[in-house]
């Protein structure tokens, strides 16, 4: 009689043993995606099992759900915004940021209102009916002249929506912006850990104020936007899961994810860029759980890979935001290094990108696009 070695049987019974647990866990995957799906609640080590996850068929079956439901709240509309970046001067000296207060080495800017208005006038014949002004906490603009900018846009193009994506500031601050016209506001969070958020923070920016913000913004009438960094340095699962949780407490109206993305000039210079799977499982996972939220594929997402905008939108994202700032400032605002500016991303780009878009199933359209949450 043939005796077998007795590593032969410890393999027979590893291999069996790996395949049973291995099935196991592809079926829990698929339980939490379906209860995603059919907007059930689902607990936090869920959630830690799923983005830990590497199997590429859990990540597509994530994103055909988070696309079905798109379709269910959106259809194929894909909403454009113009983005004007009219100041990268900044009083605060986040760690991760290239417009940093104390990076000696950025060539500082501010537009004009009259700037500003060009690249309304601009992106209105374009098409483009809502403008997201975006800068740095720059005190050269007062509560004062940013209202002044708000309602002289609103004024001229009353059938536009105008985003404020300007940081923190008081509930007086922001309830005269809602008053002088101002629709939306975004306001990452970047991360809902205080620990992290420490870590990615000099001493004098606070969690708490931030979130303090985000519910001040929202109780005002704002729609509010808020979102958080994948692959940020020191981010773990865990502090993932709290964004998601985090999140799902606020409710936002829009939510903008993108991967961390190194600059040169920032002590963060040698971290490791965020990936561009996660980003695609994170989206997809928010837009299961906020069908109607308003989702971008973001910039940073076509920065790290050549397709990342498409397969954004593929993950359920509706939005993207070409560049309507002078290009002549455009690489001036670098937040990150290599941050596209031309091309897709920039208003010039308009015809390609709806060509782009369309090749993919999806549609850009001209809408004001308010969010349906």
């Given at each position: 009689?043939?005796?077998?070695?007795?590593?032969?049987?410890?393999?027979?019974?590893?291999?069996?043993?790996?395949?049973?647990?291995?099935?196991?866990?592809?079926?829990?995957?698929?339980?939490?995606?379906?209860?995603?799906?059919?907007?059930?609640?689902?607990?936090?080590?869920?959630?830690?099992?799923?983005?830990?996850?590497?199997?590429?068929?859990?990540?597509?079956?994530?994103?055909?759900?988070?696309?079905?439901?798109?379709?269910?709240?959106?259809?194929?509309?894909?909403?454009?915004?113009?983005?004007?970046?009219?100041?990268?001067?900044?009083?605060?000296n986040c760690y991760y940021c290239g417009i940093r207060r104390d990076n000696k080495a950025a060539?500082?800017?501010?537009?004009?209102?009259?700037?500003?208005?060009?690249?309304?006038?601009?992106?209105?014949?374009?098409?483009?009916?809502?403008?997201?002004?975006?800068?740095?906490?720059?005190?050269?603009?007062t509560r004062d002249k940013v209202c002044q900018i708000v309602s002289s846009i609103k004024e001229?193009?009353?059938?536009?929506?105008?985003?404020?994506?300007?940081?923190?500031?008081?509930?007086?601050?922001?309830?005269?912006?809602?008053?002088?016209?101002?629709?939306?506001?975004?306001?990452?969070?970047?991360?809902?850990?205080?620990?992290?958020?420490?870590?990615?923070?000099?001493?004098d920016m606070c969690l708490n104020h931030r979130k303090e913000c985000l519910f001040a913004l929202?109780?005002?009438?704002?729609?509010?936007?808020?979102?958080?960094?994948?692959?940020?340095?020191?981010?773990?699962?865990?502090?993932?899961?709290?964004?998601?949780?985090?999140?799902?407490?606020?409710?936002?109206?829009?939510?903008?994810?993108?991967?961390?993305?190194?600059?040169?000039?920032?002590?963060?210079?040698?971290?490791?860029?965020?990936?561009?799977?996660?980003?695609?499982?994170?989206?997809?996972?928010?837009?299961?759980?906020?069908?109607?939220?308003?989702?971008?594929?973001?910039?940073?997402?076509?920065?790290?890979?050549?397709?990342?905008?498409?397969?954004?939108?593929?993950?359920?994202?509706?939005?993207?935001?070409?560049?309507?700032?002078?290009?002549?400032?455009?690489?001036?605002?670098?937040?990150?290094?290599?941050?596209?500016?031309?091309?897709?991303?920039?208003?010039?780009?308009?015809?390609?990108?709806?060509?782009?878009?369309?090749?993919?199933?999806?549609?850009?359209?001209?809408?004001?696009?308010?969010?349906?949450?």
């Amino acid at each position: 009689m043939c005796e077998f070695p007795r590593t032969f049987f410890y393999f027979v019974i590893q291999y069996a043993l790996t395949n049973l647990l291995g099935g196991t866990m592809q079926q829990d995957l698929n339980v939490t995606i379906e209860q995603l799906y059919e907007g059930k609640p689902i607990y936090k080590h869920q959630l830690s099992n799923l983005l830990s996850s590497e199997d590429p068929d859990i990540l597509q079956l994530l994103m055909d759900r988070a696309d079905m439901v798109r379709r269910k709240y959106y259809g194929t509309d894909v909403y454009i915004r113009g983005l004007i970046e009219f100041t990268n001067y900044c009083r605060n000296n986040c760690y991760y940021c290239g417009i940093r207060r104390d990076n000696k080495a950025a060539s500082r800017y501010r537009l004009s209102p009259e700037e500003i208005m060009t690249c309304c006038d601009e992106g209105y014949r374009l098409g483009f009916r809502t403008f997201v002004l975006q800068g740095g906490e720059d005190g050269f603009f007062t509560r004062d002249k940013v209202c002044q900018i708000v309602s002289s846009i609103k004024e001229k193009y009353a059938d536009c929506a105008v985003t404020l994506s300007i940081g923190e500031w008081n509930r007086s601050d922001y309830q005269a912006f809602f008053d002088a016209g101002a629709d939306r506001y975004l306001l990452r969070h970047e991360t809902a850990c205080e620990e992290h958020y420490n870590r990615l923070h000099p001493e004098d920016m606070c969690l708490n104020h931030r979130k303090e913000c985000l519910f001040a913004l929202k109780d005002i009438g704002f729609q509010v936007g808020s979102g958080f960094m994948v692959g940020s340095p020191y981010q773990t699962l865990d502090n993932l899961v709290e964004d998601i949780f985090f999140l799902a407490q606020l409710k936002p109206h829009m939510i903008g994810i993108g991967p961390f993305i190194t600059h040169k000039d920032t002590p963060f210079t040698d971290e490791i860029n965020g990936s561009l799977n996660m980003t695609l499982k994170l989206i997809s996972i928010l837009r299961l759980s906020h069908p109607r939220a308003l989702i971008p594929a973001t910039t940073a997402l076509g920065t790290i890979h050549p397709e990342g905008r498409e397969l954004g939108l593929k993950a359920g994202a509706n939005v993207i935001m070409p560049n309507l700032s002078p290009a002549n400032v455009r690489e001036k605002y670098m937040i990150y290094d290599d941050k596209l500016a031309t091309g897709l991303e920039a208003y010039e780009g308009l015809k390609k990108l709806k060509e782009k878009v369309s090749s993919i199933g999806y549609n850009i359209v001209t809408d004001i696009g308010h969010s349906k949450v």
